[in-house]
């Protein structure tokens, strides 16, 4: 372990306050997006297509527009057709611009036909139900093979679309990235191993579904008051999508119930704020859980081989990783997800001279996979760290062993760093803090590796094994996403904190207010956070890619600290001393030479009223020049019963390097629910389909999220080390947490009976299926 | 939510109010207890709602060893009712603690597990094992019958035109157990088993073996019962078990579970619970 | 039709629709910490206490609680008057969205109504139909664990 005993002491970072949302949320006040009630509100329902693959020959909405109570009804022949993309992404967006309010084609079962907006929900569904379209039903594929297949039908036929690949063989993303010789890698290795694994189609389900309102305020400006991670991009691409100007729209956020990367994409904003322009009225627009599942957006399914060369010492020499990625009906973050599969997990094995990355997105006639945490770095860990337990056999090392011979440590760097960026090359960074070694070390002591890895337990049926891997994120994306902060001065001394930074839940209001009341001098109380409201707070990309700590929270920094520049000239002003003796703690200004003080109150009626008046304030930018990978060991102990197939996670043992955490409780939550997700990916959660299609087990009955009783003893350890470059020394933690489950049971399991679940989820069926072929 | 097309909700005080309420609707109208399942059904045909929670329905009373349950019981009253926590050493109370979570136990009643019926779920199976018999009424008078034969029958036509009154669970000399295999801890079955067995003088006695979920609804195998009587419990029967039932239990495909994974199961999953019931009699 | 039942103890004399269900009416009356995420009774975002008892308001009919108690969470506890359960979730950082948290509380409210020392194990199987999609639940059974203790210390209401 880094053993930081320089670092300064903080009063307010790395301590656990209560969170600033805190009080509000337990009382349930009415924060969340539906919890307004407008007076005459119309309900928005979207007609879904019953058809995988189709083009709409007529829509007749006669039947429908007579029902008393519709207000109106929008279908693709009477919006104006303009070609963008749902991903909230900075811009101009890396996906593909191949998305329609309504198009004259739908591409799955559940896309886009017609949205009605009606006096009632009641109104709204009864007027769906009259809407007759006459479709021509198209031959659809619901996987890459058969879409990539010659002769397969196009689905993105369209001539206005941009930005895709290769639309004629259904590919909207491609990438191929070689370092060095990747042949010459593999014959010059004494050992070669290959593994394929493959996860399926999951669902972020954040307990409160998309939701938004759109309405008017009373200068006639549109405001969607909305469930999203990106307040500004939903600006952004609402204004591109219904051509206004984008001074005429007003996005707020306000809390909201989860997100994991489902709310990083515009899925109905757009249409609820089409119905408002087109009645003039407030729009409520609420997915069922149904439309949750089918219509929002899911984890890009994807295949992954991963094939590893190593010296007989263990020293990885060549990398191959191929992706085929089913983007499903639209290319939302198909690039940038495929791109991350690579980019995100190569670097942390940075031995190896020859690498080579490539793979496809393929469109499919399914639902559209999104940005879900992890962002493809999921999908890559479960193929290259079983790949590494498979290696760490073959070379009769231990799996520990093989992860320390490899790791990138402080001071090294990796070529994909440079060559994969966000859609584009991305920027040379060479890594300055990493305790992955600790890490290991400490989560294998907790976990008892060693005694419990030298035997296999068996008691009757039951099975027991340990499995381990590693996994490493970035801190936001490099040279693109900006976060800016606004921190102004209260006459009485407290402050406003006006940050663009979205807080899904994470508690990023809070550590946001932790950096500025640190620099600031002021308990956290004395801060008050005002987010996401693109009115009235900067700008920022918003909550995605593990930046808010670390992009945001350096904005912030940087603003708490010209804030404090101004506030200790106003005091040197007032003490008659030069600033630079003086110090600002506990909302007091002190000189360090006469220890006389003023108060932050004083300085604050100082210059809000009496000399030289002004307001004290400061608003910071910042892009990040480098994204500071977070690491993470993971450990899991699981039961495997012989008979059944059934596979309990008995314990679960993960220690992560988030450089400094500025809240730790909060930290350790990030941790603790992308663990328990992950045990989700890895036991239950799969979208099941019909031979046409039709998702089988939209809703939570079918679908199984993990419940209290689902989750193991979980141990989550914080091993600190300091980001130099990251505020008091912080990385991220929101993502990493999520990439270690898959393999670490999949490992466990092969631990314990000696198959390998290359497969999620590893359901009763798979894993008693995998005893009977492999065991 | 709103049910669609609901014009009137009633309170039932009695069984003949809601019968004649049940006849005055002519089959738009639909009881409502706990209701779990009725508001999940979303059936859009129904004009009227029949509250029969407040007739009287909610008790459980021991009798002779047996049990006596109101059919609007919730599934929490049988769990807080001493005399169901001693009915079979708890075997009843083990059961229900496997269906659904609290909240929606503090709903879902009894007789609503019986008129559903659902093929997936527990309570069935524990029933069909215990032999619990169920009474309704209708405008010709009061009915019983064995769920087994209720539930062989048009059981859902009945209950059209029937209140489910009470369900009566029957005394045992001897030991039940019940297991279930999963997606999750919180789930329907994909495969459940309840087994209850009498041992006399070492040696098996009388046998009651049902299986839900295959994916149908719970069902005795009768053969397996005749088979375990006189024998010995022991390993040696347990694998003799495990083999017959494997090649003679059918079961099939579902979206949740395959044929041959259940297959591969049922035997085990029978055989452990036969077990466990016979490890409970040794314990008693 | 219009039933008489009390809401977080006062009477309340309302018009409802037959087929509209609880979770409409809590929310209709502005009590809007009952929360809707599935309306089909399995994420728990909805629940409720009726008489002390935790219900799903989405998949209860509005008119069954004629005359009956109704507790939502607003009547547990204010911002300047935190019941203790709200103060063990904020102490134990058992929130990250909230969206779940108002049915956590009170489906936790009746586990130690009727058990003041609960095991871990007893509060995961009296939480196991209340989903967090946020959490792991590792910090929500801590809270609970927390406000029990509380509650054997005599703190509580």
């Known amino acids: ?775 | ?284 | 039709m219009k039933i008489y039942f009390e809401l977080n103890g006062e009477q309340q004399y309302v018009d409802i629709e037959p087929g509209e269900s609880l979770l409409s009416l809590l929310r209709r009356l502005g009590m809007k910490s009952v929360k809707q995420g599935c309306n089909t009774g399995d994420c728990g975002a909805c629940t409720v206490l009726v008489d002390g008892r935790a219900v799903r308001s989405c998949i209860t009919f509005a008119a069954k609680v004629r005359g009956r108690r109704v507790t939502t969470l607003e009547g547990l506890g204010s911002p300047g008057d935190l019941h203790p359960l709200q103060e063990a979730f904020l102490e134990a950082g058992a929130v990250q969205c909230g969206f779940c948290t108002p049915g956590m509380i009170l489906t936790a409210y009746e586990l130690l109504s009727k058990n003041d020392n609960p095991t871990p194990e007893e509060v995961r199987a009296a939480i196991s139909g209340n989903l967090c999609r946020c959490t792991g639940y590792r910090k929500i059974v801590d809270a609970i664990l927390l406000a029990a203790k509380w509650k054997r210390e005599g703190r509580w209401r």
């Open chain 2, 1 to 284: 939510m709103r049910l669609r097309g609901i014009k009137r909700f009633h309170y039932a005080r009695d069984v003949e109010e809601a019968l004649s309420l049940l006849s005055a609707y002519q089959g738009r109208a639909a009881l409502l207890a706990g209701g779990v399942d009725l508001a999940r059904a979303a059936r859009g045909d129904l004009e009227g709602l029949i509250d029969i929670t407040g007739m009287g329905l909610s008790y459980v009373r021991e009798e002779g060893g047996g049990l006596r349950i109101g059919a609007t019981t919730t599934l929490t009253g049988i769990l807080e009712n001493k005399a169901a926590q001693g009915y079979l050493g708890g075997f009843f109370c083990e059961v229900l603690r496997q269906v659904a979570a609290p909240p929606l136990r503090n709903m879902a009643t009894l007789g609503g597990a019986v008129v559903s019926a659902h093929p997936w779920a527990d309570i069935p199976t524990a029933l069909v094992a215990l032999g619990a018999e169920v009474r309704w009424s209708d405008e010709k008078g009061e009915h019983r019958a064995s769920v087994e034969e209720l539930w062989q029958g048009q059981f859902r036509k009945i209950f059209r035109n029937a209140v489910l009154t009470e369900i009566r669970l029957p005394a045992w000399e001897g030991a039940f157990a019940f297991e279930k295999l999963s997606r999750s801890a919180c789930d329907i079955a994909l495969l459940n088993c309840a087994c209850g067995l009498g041992i006399e003088d070492g040696k098996i006695a009388w046998a009651r073996v049902a299986v839900g979920a295959t994916p149908r609804r719970g069902r005795r195998l009768t053969w397996l019962e005749d088979f375990l009587v006189g024998n010995q419990p022991g390993e040696g029967l347990w694998r003799e078990v495990r083999d017959r039932v494997e090649a003679q239990v059918e079961v099939s495909s579902d979206r949740r579970a395959s044929g041959a994974w259940r297959k591969a199961v049922v035997g085990p999953l029978v055989a452990r619970t036969l077990k466990r019931a016979a490890e409970k009699m040794g314990d008693a």
């Open chain 1, 1 to 775: 372990m880094e053993v930081v005993a320089e670092r300064k002491r903080t009063s307010v970072v790395g301590k656990n306050v209560r969170k600033v949302d805190g009080v509000v949320l337990v009382c349930g006040r009415p924060k969340f997006t539906l919890d307004v009630d407008l007076p005459g509100t119309l309900v928005g329902k979207i007609l879904h297509s019953p058809h995988a693959h189709a083009e709409i020959v007529s829509i007749d909405t006669s039947k429908a527009e007579a029902l008393p109570g519709v207000a109106c009804i929008l279908h693709h022949g009477n919006v104006e057709r303009i070609p963008y993309t749902t991903a909230g992404q900075g811009w101009p967006e890396p996906s593909p611009y191949d998305s329609f309010l309504f198009d004259r084609k739908v591409r799955f079962v559940g896309d886009r036909v017609a949205a009605v907006a009606a006096e009632s929900e009641e109104v709204a569904e009864e007027a769906l139900r009259l809407i007759r379209v006459e479709y021509k039903v198209l031959p659809a594929v619901f996987s890459p093979e058969e879409a990539l297949a010659d002769g397969a039908p196009v689905i993105h036929d369209e001539e206005d679309a941009t930005g895709i690949h290769d639309a004629q063989h259904n590919i909207a993303a491609a990438v191929d990235i070689p370092v060095g010789d990747i042949e010459r890698g593999f014959s010059e290795s004494d050992v070669v191993v290959e593994a394929t694994c493959e996860i399926p189609y999951s669902q972020h389900t954040p307990i409160e579904p998309h939701c938004t309102v759109a309405y008017f305020d009373e200068e006639g400006r549109l405001v969607i008051r909305t469930s999203t991670q990106v307040p500004f991009h939903v600006r952004r691409i609402v204004a591109r999508a219904l051509g206004l100007p984008m001074e005429r729209i007003r996005v707020i956020k306000p809390r909201i119930g989860g997100g994991f990367g489902t709310k990083q994409e515009i899925v109905l904003e757009d249409v609820a704020a089409a119905l408002a322009l087109r009645t003039g009225r407030p729009v409520v627009m609420v997915y069922t859980r149904e439309e949750e599942f089918v219509c929002a957006r899911t984890r890009h399914p994807m295949r992954v081989r991963v094939k590893l060369g190593a010296k007989k010492d263990g020293t990885l020499h060549a990398i191959e990783m191929e992706a085929t990625s089913n983007t499903g009906a639209y290319g939302a973050h198909a690039l940038t997800v495929l791109s991350n599969v690579g980019s995100k997990t190569l670097p942390l094995y940075n031995k190896a001279p020859h690498l080579h990355f490539h793979g496809k997105a393929v469109y499919t006639n399914l639902p559209v996979a999104g940005a879900y945490r992890g962002y493809g770095a999921t999908q890559g860990y479960f193929a290259l760290e079983v790949a590494m337990d498979e290696l760490a056999e073959r070379l009769g090392m231990d799996p520990i062993e093989l992860r320390l011979k490899n790791h990138i440590r402080a001071g090294e760097t990796s070529p994909i760093f440079e060559k994969i960026g966000e859609g584009r090359e991305g920027k040379p960074m060479v890594v300055r803090s990493c305790a992955l070694e600790e890490c290991l070390k400490v989560g294998a002591e907790r976990i008892g590796w060693y005694e419990k890895r030298s035997r296999r337990r068996r008691e009757g049926r039951w099975a027991y094994g340990v499995g381990m891997a590693c996994a490493m994120q970035g801190s936001g994306i490099t040279g693109i996403d900006m976060g800016a902060a606004t921190i102004l001065m209260n006459e009485d001394g407290s402050f406003r904190l006006l940050v663009g930074a979205t807080d899904l839940g994470t508690g990023s209001d809070t550590i946001l207010a932790q950096i500025a009341a640190e620099v600031l001098g002021v308990p956290v109380e004395r801060i008050v956070v005002y987010s996401s409201d693109t009115d009235l707070t900067p700008f920022d990309v918003g909550a995605y890619a593990s930046s808010t700590t670390y992009v945001s929270g350096t904005a912030v920094l940087k603003a708490a600290e010209e804030v404090r520049r101004q506030i200790l000239e106003v005091a040197a002003g007032m003490l008659e001393e030069p600033p630079e003796d003086l110090e600002l703690s506990g909302e007091q200004v002190v000189s360090k030479k006469t220890g006389k003080s003023v108060s932050l109150s004083e300085v604050g009626h100082q210059a809000t009223y009496v000399v030289d008046q002004h307001q004290i304030a400061a608003t910071a930018s910042f892009v990040p020049p480098e994204s500071p990978p977070p690491f993470t060991a993971f450990f899991c102990e699981v039961a495997v019963d012989t008979e059944t197939g059934v596979v309990r996670v008995q314990r679960f043992v993960a220690a992560a390097d988030c450089g400094v955490p500025i809240h730790p409780k909060l930290a350790e939550g990030q941790l603790e629910g992308a663990i328990v997700q992950g045990i989700g990916h890895a036991l239950t959660e799969e979208l099941l389909f019909s031979d046409k299609g039709r998702c089988l087990n939209a809703n939570l009955f079918d679908y199984k999220i993990p419940s209290s009783l689902d989750v193991p003893h979980i141990e989550v350890v914080l091993v600190k080390s300091e980001e130099p470059t990251g505020p008091f020394g912080a990385k991220s933690i929101a993502e990493v947490g999520i990439n270690g489950p898959l393999p670490a049971i999949s490992n466990a399991i092969y631990h314990a009976v000696g198959v390998r679940l290359k497969r999620a989820p590893f359901t009763p069926e798979r894993v008693l299926a995998a005893l009977h072929r492999d065991g």
